[in-house]
């Protein structure tokens, strides 16, 4: 699929794609006959914005975490040079539409005694 930047074509996709799930959140709000008519738009629209936001939490915490894996278990210290094991730590991100937990990448080393940041990509040896 996508290698750094999706074109505008793809988007369209995605953006499609999450219409058809916003269409299966109004079943799941409102059952298969929809929202009465006692209902004003005021009151659909909490609806739409917490399916935004899990949408959005629900990919950036997948695509974070896929990304993650592509990490070595070891990554080299940016002062020394050792290994340093590889573990994550939650951090709190605030994104455009949600508030995310990353498992966030970190590495110690326990030559230096300080933890960093394992480098986007790793070290060509």
């Given amino acids: 699929m996508?290698?750094?930047k999706l074109t505008p074509e793809q988007l369209g996709a995605i953006t499609d794609l999450a219409?058809?799930?916003?269409?299966?959140?109004?079943?799941?709000?409102?059952?298969?006959?929809?929202?009465?008519?006692?209902?004003?738009?005021?009151?659909?629209?909490?609806?739409?914005?917490?399916a935004t936001?899990?949408?959005?939490?629900?990919t950036l915490e997948h695509l974070a975490e896929r990304q993650a894996q592509r990490l070595p278990d070891e990554?080299?210290?940016p002062a020394c040079q050792k290994p340093g094991r590889l573990s994550t730590r939650p951090?709190?991100?605030?994104?455009?539409?949600?508030?995310?937990?990353?498992q966030e990448p970190v590495a110690h080393c326990p030559a230096c005694?300080?933890?960093?940041f394992p480098p986007p990509t790793p070290p060509q040896t």
């Fill in 2 to 4: 996508a290698k750094n």
């Fill in 19 to 50: 219409k058809q799930w916003g269409k299966i959140v109004a079943r799941s709000a409102y059952g298969d006959s929809g929202p009465g008519l006692d209902v004003d738009f005021d009151q659909m629209e909490p609806i739409a914005a917490a």
């Fill in 113 to 116: 005694r300080r933890d960093f």
């Fill in 91 to 102: 951090r709190q991100v605030v994104a455009r539409g949600a508030t995310i937990t990353l």
């Fill in 75 to 77: 990554s080299p210290c």
């Fill in 53 to 58: 936001a899990g949408l959005a939490a629900g």
